[in-house]
């Protein structure tokens, strides 16, 4: 059973910084490219950035390129999320999914893990 | 950026209603249409890949279809358990673009 478990998020000061983890267990890892979606509170989806299997390719979504970074340890079944320069409206539950395409598809997501920005 | 756009935002039915839910891009995506289930404080499910395959587990009463530009998902029976919002999202791309949702509500 494909399980993935957020964590890292939390409250966090405008123009600060975050770093968010998915552990990844119940399926190969390292065959999958690997997604960070993000839902602002009431508010729909919004893919936000996408990593290649081996870390060589990564997209992101244009309103946090140049802020946000994504990778991944293979070793350690894990998937990351650098998040700098934080601003309002980054505030969203962070959902880690898992992509059977490169241009994301879904096929498996975490429960979410909260960040509120906020001073 | 491909622009994804449903219809409509909110949608009343009863148990065993046909619904029917619209999803348009705004340029062509050929079949790279899938469509999630969300339910409040849950993460999304996939329902429907490549606009009209369904993903391993979905009942049967939900299906999907289209191609180019123009797309629908339909529950052919609405069940307890459907009442969620439902999310288009274009796969044709590497913006991966998401629809506003549309959620449906118990008449």
């Known amino acids: 059973e494909v399980q993935l478990v957020e964590s890292g998020g939390g409250l966090v000061q405008p123009g600060k910084s975050l770093r968010l983890s998915c552990a990844a267990s119940?399926?190969?890892?390292?065959?999958?490219?690997m997604s960070w979606v993000r839902q602002a509170p009431g508010k729909g989806l919004e893919w936000v950035a996408n990593i290649k299997q081996d870390g060589s390719e990564k997209y992101y979504v244009d309103s946090v390129k140049g802020r946000f970074t994504i990778s991944r340890d293979n070793a350690k079944n894990s998937l990351y999320l650098q998040m700098n320069s934080l601003r309002a409206e980054d505030t969203a539950v962070y959902y880690c999914?898992?992509?059977?395409?490169?241009?994301?598809?879904?096929?498996?997501w975490g429960q979410g893990t909260l960040v509120t920005v906020s001073s | 950026d491909i622009q994804m756009t449903q219809s409509p935002s909110t949608l009343s039915a009863s148990v065993g209603d046909r619904v029917t839910i619209t999803c348009r891009a705004s340029q062509s995506i050929s079949s790279w249409l899938a469509w999630y289930q969300q339910k409040p404080g849950k993460a999304p499910k996939l329902l429907i890949y490549k606009a009209s395959g369904l993903e391993s587990g979905v009942p049967s009463r939900f299906s999907g279809s289209g191609s180019g530009t123009e797309f629908t998902l339909t529950i052919s029976s609405l069940q307890p358990d459907d009442f969620a919002t439902y999310y288009c999202q274009q796969y044709n791309s590497y913006s991966g673009t998401f629809g506003q949702g549309t959620k449906v509500e118990i008449k």
């Open positions: 999914a898992r992509s059977i395409v490169a241009t994301f598809l879904g096929v498996g």
């Open positions: 119940g399926f190969t890892f390292s065959t999958y490219w």
